[in-house]
């Protein structure tokens, strides 16, 4: 018996996202989408070509570096929308447009203001016009969930009709609940008119945390695609968990039998860390899955059972999902070829001038540490890896402070290619060195939030900071690792203010950013 394929729909790169602070430039979003098809998920949305600039040269990019997933571009069902994302996948292998407008009637009232017979229209020539550019067109009825169900087998009847192959039913503020969300995939699922030519498909949010939950009770009733994000994140309380998702049902593959995912679970692991040393948001320790006390066991009796039979306490090993424990990987004595292979290991693809600032980085802390561990190594590449049109860049940190000494911070960078210097005073020594930086780069932003964590255990660990920065509407979040947590800081802003310069240099319009 042949087993039925679930499509893994990956959608960090755009619904992720809109964490707040959790933008991403052009060479994080490409380094992020390679580590996604190494994860093997089918369909990659990679952003919302027409809401800025800097949106569709990241869906352009990501369209000709991936190979073997679908790259999706998202667009509301307006013609300029449409002809937009049509551009962004255009030299994709396998491109997708995904369009979606709202069918709840709160939506048509308040916020689009138009009759259900409108949306009925703008459905059908949307979806015309996507399948005129590609085969693949998927159209996502917002806030699926709390619209009229009759209405939403019309609207997706005349999706069906004007050439749509997936069916998305987004539970677009998380308010539904498992028994009603398997529910209503059934109602549509009998009633569609073509819905046996099309896979249906799901998008949770996770406001009432029941987003996974929802999910595989949708899949219970014949949803064939989930929409998910790495670590869970996107607006608000974020999304369906990608592995909470895929483990669920490799774990009880007794509940979910005759299933297919074609995930590689031992990439799950390294896929979480890189988007966490992306964005600089780490995931909480109890997290499913990739938290870090996700295979820890501190009570006795647990620490006993798990000692004489892990399968007494695990239900899946850390191995599964690419999880190395917290081994020495490599000395001081290890060649580049080593360090290579390391972090090829990790899920890292470091090549070029980044390759270099990561090995001499390694060189420095191998002489500093004693023990290097897998997370140094992760922190390593996150702080080597710079853009090529880099503002600013850190050269410097002279710092005196103390008891009896009034902080003060010498910081060197470089700006537009060339070394310049700036002394501030500051209330406290991160104060300082903020004060130099904003004086040299003349930034209006706000400094929203500060935080800072050891990457590992030991004394000798190496600090990472994160930043969150703000300029008008905009908030990003910079992160800097070092030996040195005071330089680590500086990198961390430098990072903060990198992100917004590539921001503020591609415009953004006033486009709704979620289903």
Avoid at 236 to 242: F, K, P, Y
């Amino acid at each position: 018996m042949s087993e039925t394929p679930i499509k893994i729909f990956d959608t960090t790169l755009r619904d992720g996202e809109q964490s707040p602070g959790c933008s991403m430039n052009l060479q994080e979003k490409v380094s992020l989408a390679r580590q996604l098809e190494r994860l093997g998920v089918d369909v990659i949305e990679a952003g919302f070509p027409i809401a800025s600039d800097g949106d569709f040269d990241s869906v352009r990019a990501i369209a000709k570096e991936v190979e073997t997933s679908i790259v999706c571009g998202l667009a509301r069902t307006g013609e300029a929308d449409v002809r937009r994302a049509a551009q962004a996948v255009a030299s994709a292998r396998h491109p997708r447009i995904h369009t979606f407008i709202a069918t709840s009637d709160i939506h048509l009232e308040y916020k689009l203001r138009m009759s259900r017979e409108q949306v009925l229209e703008e459905v059908d020539r949307a979806v015309r016009q996507a399948r005129a550019s590609v085969d693949d067109v998927e159209f996502s009825a917002e806030d699926a969930t709390r619209s009229d169900r009759d209405y939403l087998v019309e609207v997706f009847s005349a999706a069906v009709a004007a050439g749509a192959t997936t069916l998305n039913v987004p539970d677009t503020v998380g308010y539904t609940t498992p028994k009603e969300y398997g529910a209503l995939i059934e109602y549509l699922r009998e009633r569609v008119a073509g819905a046996e030519g099309v896979t249906f498909s799901v998008h949770c949010h996770n406001d009432l945390g029941l987003a996974v939950a929802n999910s595989l009770s949708a899949i219970r009733a014949g949803a064939r695609q989930v929409e998910c994000t790495i670590n869970g994140i996107g607006e608000r309380a974020g999304n369906t968990s990608l592995e909470e998702v895929v483990m669920a049902i490799k774990t009880r593959s007794d509940e979910f039998s005759g299933l297919a995912l074609g995930i590689r679970t031992q990439e799950i692991y390294p896929s979480s860390r890189l988007l966490s040393s992306v964005t600089g948001v780490q995931v909480q320790p109890n997290k499913a899955i990739v938290g870090d006390n996700a295979f820890a066991h501190e009570a006795g009796i647990h620490q006993d059972g798990v000692l004489k039979a892990a399968i007494t306490y695990e239900i899946m090993t850390p191995e599964s999902i690419g999880r190395a424990s917290n081994e020495l990987v490599l000395g001081k004595h290890s060649g580049r070829h080593a360090f290579r292979d390391r972090l090829e290991e990790l899920g890292f693809e470091v090549e070029g001038e980044a390759f270099e600032r990561a090995f001499k980085r390694f060189k420095d802390l191998a002489d500093a540490k004693k023990v290097i561990f897998n997370e140094d190594l992760e922190a390593i590449v996150a702080d080597s890896v710079q853009t090529a049109g880099d503002r600013y860049g850190f050269e410097s940190l002279v710092l005196t402070c103390g008891s009896d000494a009034p902080p003060r911070a010498r910081v060197g960078l470089d700006l537009d290619g060339r070394s310049v210097e700036r002394e501030a005073s500051g209330v406290g020594p991160v104060d300082a060195i903020f004060r130099a930086i904003s004086d040299l780069t003349e930034t209006g932003s706000e400094l929203i939030q500060y935080q800072v964590h050891a990457v590992t255990a030991g004394l000798d660990a190496q600090g990472e900071v994160s930043v969150t920065i703000q300029q008008d509407d905009r908030r990003v979040i910079g992160n800097g690792v070092h030996e040195d947590v005071m330089v680590a800081s500086a990198k961390a802003y430098v990072h903060a203010l990198n992100k917004l310069e590539w921001h503020k240099q591609r415009r953004d319009v006033d486009a709704p950013r979620g289903i």
